[in-house]
């Protein structure tokens, strides 16, 4: 019998990860309450575990005196001394006081706390290990749909995805398997919640360290995102080595990298943006696939003003403001865009001057205002890829 428990203790642990101490001490502590319950809180013991035999023994804390008033607290001189020789009267031994009394409701006691025990040393070992995935993307598949809310199976727990985690444009159904990101993992008194996301821009950061090599090693590196879940995202890349190239790295051979990433968005359609120290240059490439002629920046106000051909100027803005909206939100800069045609001519004049051999270079000069950055260059014309919904945005340099 003894043996079985032992064996029960060690497939219990084997099959749930319980470590068998934990389940030892909670038993303990289950033996304790029901003591306790059934012999009096005010008797001091202590529970004994055999792990060889797998034996509980209950050993009460007596004083020794000379003549017995109360046995449940007291053992006389004579007793003691034939358990341990050297006792004296005023001494506290330990008594063996494991009773057959110990019945049927002393038992079903432990069995409720061994299993309160267990489950809660289950909860923390979930709770420990999705802490530890806290900002990673895992699999898993739709347990139930109650109102807005989607519970996500991930195994032995579920996670919950919240109506600001989903993205508009996906259609979400019971038992259709999905990946998403964690965001966040809180402890509670039922058990650890677990947030997921579809819609969190670093679930996009991540789909990307997956796809891209060179992301993942660290070569190339993400410095911003914007996201719009569903419609349109832009991404940011800077390589740290000049014989890369961050935004071809990222699309990848014949775009698949960034296609496989399209696919599992649902079509979104992303904006791969080459990133630039200089802050006009990379305001300038964020706009894309739209042309810039001029970008005036205040960098203390997070402010830029940005030159437009006229018939860019609604590409440049975006359905909706899309484009415009997503550059700001990469750039961390308050983007206000104008045509040529809107220019005020008191502040604003534009000359073309002849670089080089290479063709025209436009310059867009301010004049009685320091508080601009100049940034004189013309964008590279961009590939637009409808068909797999990819566009890059680079700058000549």
């Known amino acids: 019998m003894a043996n079985d428990f032992i064996q029960a203790l060690d497939e219990i642990e084997k099959e749930r990860g319980i470590p068998k101490d934990i389940l030892i001490d909670a038993i303990k502590s289950a033996l304790n309450t029901a003591y306790k319950r059934n012999f009096g809180a005010s008797q001091n013991f202590s529970v004994e575990f055999n792990e060889l035999s797998g034996e509980f023994k209950v ?87 109650e109102g807005k809310t989607i519970y996500v199976s991930l195994g032995r727990t579920e996670g919950i995805m919240l109506l600001p985690d989903q993205v508009p444009t996906e259609n979400y159904e019971i038992d259709q398997r999905i990946k998403t990101y964690i965001y966040e993992v809180k402890n509670t008194t039922k058990g650890p919640n677990i947030f997921l996301s579809r819609s969190h821009p670093f679930f996009l950061k991540r789909l990307f360290e997956m796809e891209v090599p060179e992301i993942f090693d660290g070569v190339v590196e993400i410095k911003s995102i914007a996201r719009e879940a569903g419609y349109r995202s832009k991404i940011a890349v800077y390589s740290l080595d000049d014989k890369v190239d961050s935004v071809g790295a990222s699309v990848g051979p014949r775009g698949l990298r960034v296609q496989n990433i399209v696919n599992e968005l ?75 045609s809107q220019l005020d001519e008191s502040d604003y004049f534009l000359n073309i001057e002849e670089e080089n051999d290479f063709g025209e270079e436009e310059y867009l000069e301010q004049d009685n205002n320091d508080d601009f950055n100049e940034i004189f260059d013309e964008s590279e014309e961009t590939d637009t890829d409808d068909d797999m919904n990819i566009k890059t945005g680079d700058d000549n340099g």
């Open 59 to 145: 050993f009460s804390q007596k004083a020794v005196v000379e003549e017995l008033k109360d046995d449940t607290t007291e053992i006389n001189i004579e007793d003691a001394r034939e358990l341990y020789p050297n006792s004296n009267i005023g001494d506290m031994i330990y008594v063996e006081t494991t009773s057959d009394k110990f019945g049927r409701i002393a038992a079903q006691t432990t069995k409720q706390v061994v299993v309160q025990k267990i489950r809660e040393a289950e909860r923390s070992l979930i709770y420990e290990k999705f802490l530890e995935r806290e900002g990673e993307i895992v699999t898993g598949i739709i347990q139930r749909i």
């Open 266 to 340: 649902g079509g979104e359609k992303i904006d791969i943006i080459k990133y630039d120290k200089e802050p006009a240059r990379f305001i300038a490439n964020a706009l894309s696939p739209a042309k810039v002629l001029g970008v005036y920046v205040d960098e203390e106000e997070k402010i830029a003003q940005v030159i437009v051909p006229d018939y860019q100027l609604s590409l440049a803005i975006g359905k909706e403001g899309q484009n415009a909206r997503l550059a700001a939100k990469l750039t961390n800069y308050k983007v206000d865009i104008k045509s040529e």
